[in-house]
């Protein structure tokens, strides 16, 4: 018997949106569908979308490319699964597009996709049909992928590198909020995803950095959307950073545990659950669809070459600073200061570490984390981190 799960994603309610938000396609509803022979796959959509469909190998997925969409999914939209069909994700993974990651359960092909014109209640809908198959089977079709007619639009890059200033010769600090898009990062138990923790935090700090006219600050992300980890240190490396800080916010088996924490990269981590956090955040080009077999190894081994010792010394110096000045304003984890192999702090010139705000899994930590006030004291204590850092820093160089 067929089985039928339903994702209502809500409409907007509150204030208008602007034109140019009207005009996009809008997902009125999902649905996961297991039948004897195939799991079914259907989007319901405001218009007759374009598309690119095709399937990624360990893990196995099935990435969906749209144009970029209106979505109002509801609460635990996550956790529809069915058939084939473990998992499914959705967000902005680039400027004009979306996209949609369904983690399949075993080896399976795409062996249909269409879309079917609106008739009786139902709008458009576009339907995919994946089947089983052997691993070796899936590995060796190699196959290309499903595209509409006309075709989707390329992916356009999410990352713009502001130009740099004439005679500007302040210090350069870049901020990246982790996650984003397609990658929601944590979740707290009441709804909370870590992307926009970590988003707040990074615009708060901007606005305490800048407020004093020393420093010229450079986001990595700027609104909800995919930034691949390569492409975060790849800004920093471009825009010539000085600094690059990370933000995040973690979950815990336990609800128990609370506290903030400083990372820096390291050639073996200084724990068992600092080397898990790597594991975890390294996995978010995976979430976000990418195909990781194209990459260099650098960043899906985080090899530390040589060019980056001096680097990773200063970011030690920084993070033992920065960890002094966030125990004033914040409670921390004990050993604050933690080392792992964190694909996103791998720059080889530039001074890099990654804050873990807190716990979205504690209850108490999670309103800390909401809160402005809690995000005006957090983001002092980073610039008055930056500040004594810097003036190490000068007078090192003066000696």
């Not at 297991?34 to 190998?57: C, G, I, N, Q, W």
């Not at 920084?318 to 984890?333: C, Q, S």
């Not at 610039?383 to 850092?389: D, F, P, Q, R, W």
């Given at each position: 018997?067929?089985?039928?799960?339903?994702?209502?994603?809500?409409?907007?309610?509150?204030?208008?949106?602007?034109?140019?938000?009207?005009?996009?396609?809008m997902?009125?509803?999902?649905?996961?569908?297991?039948?004897?022979?195939?799991?079914?796959f259907?989007m319901?959509?405001?218009?007759?979308p374009?598309?690119?469909?095709?399937?990624?190998a360990?893990?196995?997925?099935?990435?969906?490319?749209?144009?970029?969409?209106?979505?109002?999914p509801?609460?635990?939209?996550g956790?529809?699964?069915?058939?084939?069909?473990?998992?499914?994700r959705?967000?902005?993974?680039?400027p004009?597009?979306s996209?949609?990651?369904?983690?399949?359960?075993?080896?399976?092909?795409?062996?249909?996709?269409?879309?079917?014109?609106p008739?009786?209640?139902?709008?458009?809908?576009?339907?995919?049909?994946?089947?089983?198959?052997?691993?070796?089977?899936?590995?060796?079709a190699r196959?290309?992928p499903?595209?509409?007619?006309?075709?989707?639009?390329?992916?356009?890059?999410?990352?713009?590198v502001?130009?740099?200033?004439?005679?500007?010769?302040?210090?350069?600090?870049?901020i990246?909020?982790?996650?984003?898009?397609?990658?929601?990062?944590?979740?707290s138990l009441?709804?909370?995803?870590?992307?926009?923790?970590?988003?707040?935090y990074?615009?708060?700090?901007?606005?305490?950095?800048?407020?004093?006219?020393?420093?010229?600050?450079?986001?990595?992300?700027?609104?909800?959307i995919?930034?691949?980890?390569?492409d975060?240190?790849?800004l920093?490396?471009?825009?010539a950073g000085?600094?690059?800080i990370?933000?995040?916010?973690?979950?815990?088996?336990?609800?128990?545990?609370r506290?903030?924490?400083?990372?820096t990269?390291?050639?073996?981590?200084?724990?068992?659950?600092?080397?898990?956090?790597?594991?975890?955040e390294?996995?978010?080009?995976?979430?976000a669809?990418?195909?990781?077999?194209?990459?260099?190894?650098v960043?899906?081994?985080?090899?530390?070459?040589?060019?980056?010792?001096?680097?990773?010394?200063?970011?030690?110096q920084?993070a033992?600073?920065?960890?002094?000045?966030?125990?004033?304003?914040?409670?921390?984890?004990?050993?604050?200061?933690?080392?792992?192999?964190?694909?996103?702090?791998?720059?080889?010139?530039?001074?890099?570490?990654?804050?873990e705000?807190?716990?979205?899994?504690?209850?108490?930590?999670?309103?800390?984390?909401?809160?402005k006030?809690?995000?005006?004291?957090?983001?002092r204590?980073?610039?008055a981190?930056?500040?004594?850092?810097?003036?190490?820093?000068?007078?090192?160089?003066?000696?």
């Amino acid at each position: 018997m067929t089985r039928i799960f339903l994702l209502a994603l809500c409409l907007a309610l509150a204030a208008p949106a602007a034109p140019a938000a009207w005009a996009q396609p809008m997902v009125s509803q999902v649905r996961i569908g297991e039948h004897p022979d195939k799991t079914r796959f259907v989007m319901e959509l405001s218009e007759a979308p374009r598309y690119r469909v095709f399937t990624l190998a360990d893990p196995f997925r099935v990435v969906i490319d749209l144009p970029e969409l209106r979505w109002a999914p509801g609460r635990g939209e996550g956790d529809q699964k069915g058939g084939l069909i473990a998992a499914m994700r959705f967000g902005l993974f680039a400027p004009g597009t979306s996209r949609v990651v369904l983690d399949l359960s075993a080896p399976a092909r795409v062996s249909r996709v269409f879309v079917l014109p609106p008739t009786g209640n139902y709008p458009y809908r576009l339907v995919i049909d994946v089947v089983p198959v052997s691993r070796a089977s899936f590995l060796a079709a190699r196959a290309a992928p499903i595209v509409s007619d006309p075709p989707l639009d390329p992916a356009s890059s999410a990352v713009a590198v502001p130009p740099q200033p004439e005679a500007d010769e302040r210090r350069t600090i870049v901020i990246d909020p982790g996650h984003g898009g397609i990658d929601p990062g944590s979740r707290s138990l009441t709804g909370v995803d870590e992307k926009n923790i970590a988003l707040a935090y990074a615009r708060a700090l901007r606005r305490q950095l800048e407020a004093g006219g020393r420093y010229r600050v450079v986001l990595t992300r700027d609104k909800d959307i995919f930034i691949s980890l390569r492409d975060r240190f790849g800004l920093a490396e471009r825009v010539a950073g000085d600094l690059f800080i990370s933000l995040h916010a973690n979950n815990h088996d336990s609800p128990r545990v609370r506290g903030a924490s400083v990372y820096t990269l390291s050639e073996q981590a200084s724990d068992a659950e600092a080397e898990a956090l790597a594991a975890k955040e390294n996995k978010a080009d995976i979430i976000a669809g990418i195909n990781l077999a194209e990459q260099t190894e650098v960043v899906s081994k985080i090899l530390i070459d040589l060019a980056q010792r001096e680097t990773m010394n200063l970011s030690k110096q920084f993070a033992n600073g920065l960890v002094g000045e966030l125990g004033r304003v914040t409670k921390l984890l004990g050993n604050a200061h933690r080392s792992a192999g964190f694909a996103v702090l791998k720059s080889a010139t530039v001074p890099s570490i990654l804050i873990e705000i807190g716990y979205l899994s504690n209850q108490t930590e999670e309103r800390l984390l909401r809160s402005k006030k809690h995000r005006i004291g957090v983001s002092r204590a980073i610039g008055a981190a930056i500040e004594a850092y810097f003036e190490r820093q000068t007078s090192l160089n003066r000696t």
